[in-house]
């Protein structure tokens, strides 16, 4: 049995508060040290069936982060064009990624494929493998802003590229492209709220059956 | 400036090392104000273009609740079907939901057709939007656990069914179903570690490109 203070449960809520997507790195570099206490999050992340189907990329190499970088640019330019008249102007001025900045970036994929659970909850519902990397995302995510590293998530990018760019097995699907690194400043209001984009709900949408 | 001193830390750590899927439940209540302060951690979740897409469906009713458990049940029968030999009758054995007890039940939903963030972050991966909210039900899951709470995930439905039972909006696409009670026992193992039915993995898989 293993149970913990008021004071942990405060200090748990202060830190989901204070976790930001972060778009805005300092490009001194981060410990290796500090990096793998953040990754050993994802060793007691809950996956279905025990199947821990995490893949991970880190790109170091300059070749790597310039693809990426390019084809984040594309799909960002491409986005720009679904806007029009004075959110078209509000869009082009967000900054939505750290990639040409962060000095730690990872592509982040599930194993389709992966024999790990024999399957196990994944019968009706395989997107549950996908899931599972989201669940240890969010812990290294939490565990990252605990160290006071930033994190931040980047969705606006063609997976199918990114992929061939570099060269996964086909089984791997993406689910997420990380940048991590120190941030420039720290907040707890999300910077699309901060810049009018949008704000957050006042309720959580919950009805009963 | 909101900085976590090392003892918050090794609590953080601690607090994910012994978060686990519980499927055996008390079935004594849980009180109103202790299943809020979990459920506030939805409100800091991140989200993509902060549309904040989670639709919470909590199961109240006596018949509400007895249709998905039969959907988990035939489900389950289904799947075994998918075994044979000793792995069938291992699987047969496990506990795999904890729906017949746990005195608190949702079925979480990622309303794809939302307008909140217009869109931002879901053009070329509009999958961001259901892992959105995912990571809040990690949240939500890691706020359970420090408070004492057990929550279990449970896959093994069939979502339309649960849809049409539930009657839901045609948008809404069921993410999880999640189970929430005091639980019988704490571990820092997962069941079906202790079960035989599958081990953790000794390393992280990390490539660099």
């Not at 008249?85 to 990639?99: E, H, N, V």
């Not at 909850?121 to 006071?148: K, N």
Request: with cysteine; net charge negative; glycine share 6%.
């Amino acid at each position: 049995m293993h149970s913990f203070p008021q004071s942990f449960r405060d200090e748990l809520s202060e830190l989901m508060r204070w976790r930001r997507d972060v778009r805005r790195f300092r490009t001194d570099p981060v410990e290796q040290a500090v990096l793998d206490r953040c990754l050993a999050s994802f060793a007691c992340a809950p996956s279905v069936g025990l199947s821990e189907p995490w893949r991970l990329v880190q790109l170091t190499s300059p070749e790597a982060r310039a693809k990426a970088l390019a084809n984040y640019q594309d799909a960002n330019a491409d986005a720009l064009k679904g806007y029009s008249g004075d959110q078209a102007t509000r869009y082009a001025t967000l900054k939505l990624s750290g990639m040409a900045e962060a000095p730690i970036q990872f592509a982040i994929y599930c194993d389709e494929a992966t024999d790990k659970g024999a399957g196990l909850g994944a019968a009706t519902m395989p997107e549950a493998r996908r899931y599972s990397v989201v669940g240890a995302i969010m812990q290294f995510w939490l565990t990252a802003r605990a160290e006071g590293l930033g994190v931040g998530w980047v969705s606006v990018l063609d997976p199918a590229r990114l992929n061939a760019d570099l060269d996964v097995p086909p089984d791997w699907h993406l689910v997420a492209y990380l940048c991590v690194g120190w941030p420039e400043a720290t907040s707890d209001t999300p910077e699309l709220e901060t810049l009018g984009w949008e704000a957050r709900a006042a309720a959580l949408p919950l009805e009963t059956r």
